[in-house]
């Protein structure tokens, strides 16, 4: 069984006990005059109850897992079964009065001691709704039934899952809610939605199997079956049969009034998952590799020992835990060597001894998440712990914070937030309180909007605390510095110098850990924004000089990484696959590689282990010292590579493209026109034009992303009012549309605050687009985003709209050369991808940076010209015949089931439209992949070393000639 498929049982039988302990919990609450369950509901929210039932569960499953590794004990120091023996006798019991047995109570007070005496006072998975769970007797009574329900359902799961997917429930099962139906209702899967027949047809026809997908899960064919049988159903018994059809196994129609786990929202949109062994453990080896080089052949215990690890997003622990198995095998090698032999305990137990030792000296953990920290803690007792050792005996370096948002030690040194080496070092009475002085810095960013206002603050911040602490420093700091404390706790401020100390001791060359390892969260700019608002993004920038604010999150973890590893060291993390491109790419390994670090091992791009639809990269980087423990051999997607660059590419690392005064004057935006009741449909064009004929002087075809990409004939369906930069008196000779304008335009014009344009202009005309083409009969355009990067020629005479680029181009060699191979690679590159979008454009990085060929030869000019007609005049014919765009066009050559006449023979002219433009260039030696998306791992690499050759002279060339163009000037 795979990791994921062992996580998803036990994700489904937890969920059933969490079932059957509100079943329970209802029952009870029911018996109590006081109903606490029902007012926890109504005060704290369903959210809350749910959260509350999910760490009851979890702290039994745990105790499960504890007395299974024998790690707990009675007085006598015997191992400890508790709850399995408490389940063991509810078996017979329930059994024997199976009449009875429901009124039977006191099980559950017996396993509530058995969780209490395990976490008592540990902090970990700490109940807050008490008065839910216990009354003024102790332990709310539930049922016998109820308990022994519960015990059984989590039966079995302590041998199950590894300890990595203990707290890998937690993640899969978060995102319920408590809630009372309204209705009759059944549970139905994928997303186990309880809805009724009558919730569903409460939408009107055209929105109900929209429904079903969005909030049920359903397939589009489940919905629209499903909705055709609700419609047909008589009698409510009838639409009650067709919901069951798709219910979750084991669940049965709730009555209205009924307490039931509602999924959430948030978890309809998003999906967690652990962290399996499958890429942990080679993720640590391979970061831990160079160290291990480092100490030697045969390194010495104690130095293995005072290697520092740390996860800064630890989550669970799956991580650490991986760290704890790896550098334990060679502490226990080590100990063999010095002559330890096996331990006292039997067969293993050195190597327990070795994870102790571990577990005690090297491993450091962080995470905003409560629940997260505890079940790292929890997970790392459950992996090392001796008989009898307590959940904290190894928990002392796990801490709860936000790794991103506090201050390192040289932002510490200097009292200040930014990390380019702003500020001076503070030396003074101030600097005696470290933790209010951290955090009053922090407090002060965090109170502000603007960067003067900050700064100020600041400045204000400092002067009290000096006053205060040269008077004494007695007693509670004054109002206005407790304040700023309190703004940086709110944010989890974590002062890593200060939280791990003897980590940060010493020399800048020794400082720091060794070996940072994980698995950030992926968040774009909205993510970071809705997780801690715009001050996170300028904090962010802040702390990481010379980053973006479009960066996706995980390239400020590999910033904060580098941070904390000082003048030494390595690190290896799981990313997001755009981690090498765009903002991305230059707010983390850009400028990670230019300050010396070493990219040794990376993975580009690689499908989750197991059923998640992810796609992640894993990046490995050494800083300092550990450059010098590498040896010669890199490794790219598992191949041995001399260099790796920031765009993890086999090449060395780059200045980024110039821009080429060749291409100057050759690419432009269209026009922003900025208020709907410029355009108007043909019909609405035609009656004008009626009216009075000379409308039409001022009525153009309007043309946008959209026609070019999905239309078959790529012909416009709008048209656009358009007085160009005429005053007002000159726009008055069309008073109709004139008229449409000042009603339609110009009241949004009024209310809009950004607009600075004429009401009667466009908001950006462009002129000097329609300048460029003016003498030209036809030229290329682009969509700025789009699923494939696709070139089409249009006419001159009509506007363009600002989602397409337009190129005073009108040949067919041009079309040739930005069509192909050569510039798409490029283009991917230098642009970013967009999710479930395909590639964002961006002119300047793409066009204006491209080398064009200069072919010597005229027939290399014909050919390419040749190739670049056969191909457009195939495309359009396909276009046409089967009235279908080119984002179908490229779907179907992309896809290498489709084998179609038409389809072949269209990958055949691109092929030969590869090989003419390479022949331009004078790249003849290259031979271009069949056009199909690679599947294959042999495929993928063949493409890849294509793309890689093509980028290394690409970027040779287009610094060749921007040398030129500069000894031109």
């Known amino acids: 069984m795979s990791e994921d498929a062992g996580a998803g049982a036990g994700e489904r039988r937890v969920y059933r006990a969490l079932v059957g302990l509100l079943r329970g919990l209802e029952e009870a609450d029911a018996r109590s005059p006081a109903r606490p369950l029902a007012r926890a509901l109504t005060e704290r929210g369903g ?14 499953v745990l105790v499960l897992c504890a007395e299974r590794r024998g790690l707990l004990v009675d007085g006598e120091g015997a191992p400890s079964a508790g709850l399995h023996e408490l389940r063991a006798r509810l078996t017979e019991s329930v059994a024997a009065a199976s009449t009875r047995a429901r009124g039977r109570v006191g099980a559950w007070r017996e396993a509530w ?8 006072g540990s902090g970990a998975l700490e109940l807050q709704l008490d008065d839910v769970w216990r009354d003024a007797d102790g332990p709310r009574e539930l049922s016998d039934v109820t308990t022994h329900g519960l015990l059984t359902r989590l039966r079995g799961l302590e041998t199950a899952l590894e300890v990595e ?17 309204q209705r009759d209702s059944v549970c139905l899967r994928p997303w186990r939605v309880w809805c009724s027949p009558a919730e569903i047809l409460d939408y009107r026809p055209p929105g109900r199997a929209r429904w079903l997908i969005q909030k049920v899960g359903l397939a589009r064919g489940q919905a629209r079956r499903l909705e055709a049988e609700l419609l047909a159903a008589r009698a409510p018994a009838e639409a009650m049969a067709a919901l069951a059809r798709l219910a979750e196994p084991g669940a049965v129609t709730r009555l209205a009034g009924t307490l039931v786990l509602q999924p959430t929202a948030a978890r309809r949109r998003t999906s967690s998952h652990y962290t399996p062994r499958a890429l942990t453990e080679p993720i640590v080896a391979r970061t831990l590799a160079p160290l291990l080089r480092g100490l030697g052949p045969a390194p010495a215990s104690a130095r293995l020992l005072a290697l520092t690890i740390c996860d800064p997003t630890m989550g669970s622990g799956a991580f650490l835990l ?12 080590a100990w063999r060597r010095e002559g330890a032999g096996e331990a006292p305990g039997g067969r293993g137990e050195l190597e327990r001894r070795a994870r102790r030792a571990v577990a005690s000296s090297c491993l450091y953990g962080v995470d905003k998440n409560p629940t997260a920290v505890a079940l790292a803690k929890l997970s790392l007792w459950l992996e090392v712990a001796a008989p009898g050792e307590g959940v904290e005996t190894y928990a002392r370096a796990l801490r709860r914070g936000d790794s991103l948002v506090g201050l390192g030690a040289e932002q510490l040194r200097r009292a200040h937030w930014r990390g380019d080496g702003s500020g001076d070092a503070l030396a003074s009475p101030a600097s005696a309180r470290p933790r209010l002085l951290a955090d009053l810095v922090v407090g002060s960013f965090f109170a502000e909007r603007s960067a003067r206002g900050r700064a100020r603050r600041r400045l204000d911040a400092l002067a009290t605390l000096e006053g205060w602490t040269r008077g004494g420093g007695e007693g509670e700091p004054p109002e206005a510095l407790r304040g700023l404390q309190r703004r940086a706790r709110e944010r989890d401020a974590f002062h890593w110098p200060l939280e791990f100390p003897e980590v940060f001791q010493g020399t800048q060359d020794s400082a720091g850990f060794d070996a ?14 809705k997780a801690g608002g715009r001050a996170l993004i300028d904090w962010l920038k802040a702390a990481h000089a010379g980053t973006h604010g479009n960066a996706d999150l995980s390239a400020h973890f590999l910033r904060r990484a580098a941070a904390l590893l000082g003048g030494h060291g390595a690190l290896g993390l799981i990313t997001t696959n755009t981690i090498c491109q765009g903002d991305t790419r230059d707010t983390g390994l850009k400028p990670l590689v230019r300050a010396g670090a070493v990219i040794y091992e990376a993975t580009r791009t690689r499908e989750w282990p197991g059923d998640a639809s992810v796609s992640v990269a894993v990046v490995h980087a050494a800083f300092g010292r550990a450059r010098g423990w590498l040896g010669e051999t890199r490794r790219l997607d598992g191949r041995a590579a001399s260099v790796i660059n920031s765009r ?21 935006q269209g026009s922003i026109v900025l208020g709907r009741g410029f355009t108007m449909t043909p019909a609405e064009r035609d009656a004008l034009v009626a009216r009075d004929p000379r409308n039409a002087e001022r009525l153009f075809p309007y043309l946008g992303g959209e026609e070019i990409n999905s239309s078959p004939t790529q012909a416009h369906h709008r048209y656009v009012i358009n007085f160009g930069s005429m005053s007002l008196a000159e726009a008055a000779r069309w008073p109709a549309l004139l008229d449409i304008v000042r009603a339609t335009v110009k009241p949004e014009r009024d209310r809009s605050s950004h607009s600075t344009a004429r009401w009667w202009h ?17 030229c290329l355009v682009n969509s700025q985003v789009s699923k494939h990067l696709v070139f089409a020629f249009q006419p001159t005479d009509r506007v363009f709209a600002h989602t397409l680029y337009v190129y005073p181009l009108d040949s067919y060699a041009a079309f040739a050369t930005l069509q192909s191979r050569l510039h798409e690679v490029w283009a991917w590159l230098l642009s970013s991808s967009m999710r479930n979008a395909g590639i964002r454009y961006i002119k300047a990085a793409c066009f204006e940076t491209f080398p064009f060929p200069t072919p010597a030869a005229p027939a290399l000019e014909t050919a390419l010209s040749r190739a670049g007609e056969a191909l457009y005049e195939a495309r359009a014919r396909l276009m046409s015949e089967r009235s279908i765009g080119l984002t179908k066009v490229y779907n179907a050559l992309r896809d290498r089931a489709v084998r179609d006449v038409a389809v072949e023979r269209l990958r055949s002219l691109h092929r030969a439209l590869d090989r003419a433009t390479l022949a331009a260039y004078g ?4 031979s271009p992949p069949p056009y199909i998306t690679p599947q294959t791992s042999d495929e993928r690499r063949v493409a890849r070393a294509f793309e890689d050759a093509l980028l290394d002279r690409l970027f040779t060339l287009n610094a060749a000639r921007a040398e030129v163009e500069a000894a031109a000037r």
């Not at 959210?47 to 039994?60: C, K």
């Not at 991986?322 to 090698?333: F, G, K, T």
Request: aromatic share 8%; proline share 7%; hydrophobic share 45%.
């Open 516 to 529: 940072i390892v994980g698995n950030p969260p992926f968040a774009g700019k909205n993510g970071v924004i």
């Open 113 to 120: 001691a058995r969780a209490e005496e395990v976490f008592a």
């Open 923 to 926: 790249w003849s030696d290259l």
């Open 648 to 668: 993890l590419r086999p090449s060395p690392e780059r200045a980024d493209p110039a821009r080429l005064r060749a291409n100057a004057g050759k690419s432009f």
């Open 165 to 181: 997917q203990l707290g890998g429930l937690y993640e899969s099962l978060m995102g319920y809610r408590v809630e009372r139906l």
């Open 322 to 333: 991986a760290a704890c198995r790896v550098l334990a095998r060679h502490v226990e090698a």
């Open 762 to 778: 466009f908001e950006r005309p462009r002129e000097p687009v329609y300048g460029a083409i003016a003498g030209l009969s036809r």
């Open 47 to 60: 959210d809350a109850v749910y959260a509350e039932l999910l760490t009851v569960t979890l702290r039994l």
